[in-house]
């Protein structure tokens, strides 16, 4: 059951593409991670599907009870909100903007909502606090409580350990993880931390430079590496399954590629194990 | 004659009824657009405002026309420039500000020079004047009051969420663009009449002044917003009163008024946190 499908979109600020005919369908309850070096699109992706940036071509297509107006969106650390005289209620509140329409005041129902997302998140002893004093830890629960007042559906977080200390990513990570698996919230991710994308994710969205992806399951992703050439791209599904896991990548080597693994294939430009071994003639 | 009689005789002149009606309202005004502005970094803008219609004024008064039928369109269409360009364009905003509020004030100058008959003092449009503000303007700002109470009333909640994250705002299908038209036509119309009596130079300290005196004692946002208004309100008429008894100059005197909030606010700020 598919809850977002991207059509051929393009994305373009002052006529160069950032993101190219690019075509993706999410399924309910699916965990994407959106990786890649820095400006091969990934931001850019998720305002186009929120609607923040202008399509050049192409559609974002919602299902399943999925809309624009029930999407939790976390972006990323806003550097006004370090003096924003607020509390942590009265920003998590603020998520349940949608549901009000055109009442001027929440109603107890969101009240009680917000109340419930705090506790859900543990924050609920924090909610006189001011929200500029908290940890960036903190930050990102108060941020996730407020993007879970506004969707029980789909969240979408652009790069939300980015400044994180250690004990605090892996925290974050641990409740994503959880509001996927327990509560069945859709979870569209960008993050520059592969090894917890793979950790955590089912499917994959690498995105390189010259606006190639790969997107697929997890699994496939550990054997292709990400590569989008034609010559790794064929069937891996075909391959007997012990050589699978012997010739499984490591997230360590698969960090953008091992820079000793250049592939052997002339017109494969892709820098990734598998395809330097197999030379394209799988 | 004690100070009490001479406050109460300052209400026997017309002139001061209309000077304290339209002060104490833009004054609120100020402070309550002021927290958004402050808070968004478009501080500033009110200061570019206020170069835009000095110049207008002067370019209308040069043509006979009335002051404020000229400023306050020309001021509406700067503060949505001001408030696109520093979005979108090459030159940023801080510097966009610059260069529109300086060219503004110049053009204002040579359109007056050139213009030969006209003996009006640009000085009172520089520092303000508290004899300036006639009936019509006192109506104008009487209806100005009621539509921004009235809107930071019925639309607290979604100016709350564009000020703190804009992005997030839109994407729960927020109209942002909408509400910064609104929150830029109700600045310039504020900052057109409060110069009448702060002058060009003063006003933008009714927008930036009571937003952060209020933001160095309290942190949640409502309150921020309630005691920036009693703060504005304040400071303006002690500034008002003093003005009158010692024979200062007005819009002077209620900045300097807001300085000393601001710096007691400051210390009991520090002291709040230190207890």
Excluded: W
Excluded at chain 1, 231 to 239: H, T
Excluded at chain 1, 240 to 264: F, H, M, Q, V, W
Excluded at chain 2, 55 to 65: E, I, K, P, Y
Excluded at chain 2, 225 to 233: G, L, P, Q
């Amino acid at each position: 059951m598919s809850q977002l499908i991207c059509k051929n979109i393009s994305i373009a600020y002052e006529k160069e593409n950032v993101v190219d005919n690019l075509s993706i369908t999410v399924e309910k309850g699916d965990y994407v991670s959106i990786i890649g070096e820095n400006g091969t699109g990934k931001s850019s992706l998720l305002k186009g599907i929120l609607g923040l940036v202008a399509l050049k071509n192409g559609q974002v297509i919602f299902d399943e009870g999925c809309s624009r107006k029930n999407i939790g969106y976390l972006s990323q650390q806003n550097p006004m909100q370090k003096d924003f005289p607020a509390s942590v209620y009265e920003v998590v509140l603020s998520g349940c903007l949608k549901s009000k329409g055109l009442r001027p005041f929440y109603s107890k129902r969101e009240k009680q909502l917000a109340m419930e997302n705090l506790k859900k998140l543990g924050m609920d002893g924090l909610k006189k606090s001011c929200y500029a004093d908290l940890s960036g830890g903190q930050k990102q629960r108060v941020l996730l409580a407020r993007a879970l007042c506004a969707t029980d559906r789909m969240i979408i977080l652009d790069e939300p350990v980015t400044g994180l200390d250690p004990v605090a990513t892996a925290d974050m990570y641990h409740l994503v993880n959880k509001l996927n698996k327990d509560l069945g919230i859709t979870i569209i991710m960008v993050t520059h931390d592969i090894d917890n994308a793979l950790k955590y994710s089912n499917k994959i969205l690498h995105l390189h430079k010259k606006n190639k992806y790969y997107y697929g399951p997890k699994e496939d992703y550990l054997i292709h590496g990400g590569c989008t050439e034609d010559c790794c791209a064929s069937d891996v599904s075909e391959l007997p399954k012990t050589a699978l896991d012997e010739e499984r990548i490591t997230p360590e080597e698969l960090k953008y590629g091992p820079a000793d693994s250049e592939c052997n294939n002339p017109t494969c430009q892709c820098h990734h194990h598998m395809c330097n071994k197999s030379g394209g003639d799988r | 004659m004690s100070i009490f009689e001479e406050i109460m005789g300052m209400f026997s002149y017309s002139f001061m009824v209309r000077a304290i009606v339209v002060g104490s309202l833009v004054s609120l005004c100020a402070s309550l657009l002021g927290v958004v502005l402050v808070l968004k970094r478009y501080s500033m803008i009110g200061d570019g405002l206020s170069h835009v219609g000095f110049g207008a004024m002067a370019v209308g008064l040069a043509f006979n026309q009335a002051p404020l039928i000229v400023a306050i369109p020309v001021v509406i269409i700067a503060a949505f420039l001001l408030l696109r360009v520093s979005e979108n364009s090459k030159i940023k905003g801080d510097a966009a500000i610059g260069l529109i509020s300086s060219s503004a004030l110049a053009i204002g100058m040579v359109v007056n020079a050139m213009s030969s008959g006209t003996n009006i003092d640009l000085n009172s449009y520089m520092f303000g004047s508290i004899l300036a503000i006639d009936k019509s303007e006192m109506v104008l700002c009487i209806i100005l009051g009621i539509i921004v109470i009235g809107a930071f009333i019925y639309f607290y909640n979604p100016i709350f969420a564009i000020t703190f994250d804009e992005n997030f705002a839109r994407a729960t299908g927020l109209k942002v663009e909408i509400y910064k038209t609104i929150l830029s036509v109700l600045t310039a119309v504020t900052i057109v009449i409060g110069m009448r009596i702060m002058g060009t130079l003063l006003i933008s300290s009714l927008i930036i002044f009571p937003a952060l005196s209020a933001m160095r004692v309290t942190h949640k946002f409502k309150h921020v917003m309630i005691m920036s208004v009693i703060i504005s309100m304040f400071c303006f008429f002690t500034g008002l009163v003093a003005s009158y008894l010692l024979e200062l100059p007005t819009g002077a005197t209620i900045v300097v008024s807001n300085l000393c909030v601001f710096i007691i606010m400051t210390i009991a700020g520090r002291i709040k946190v230190k207890a």
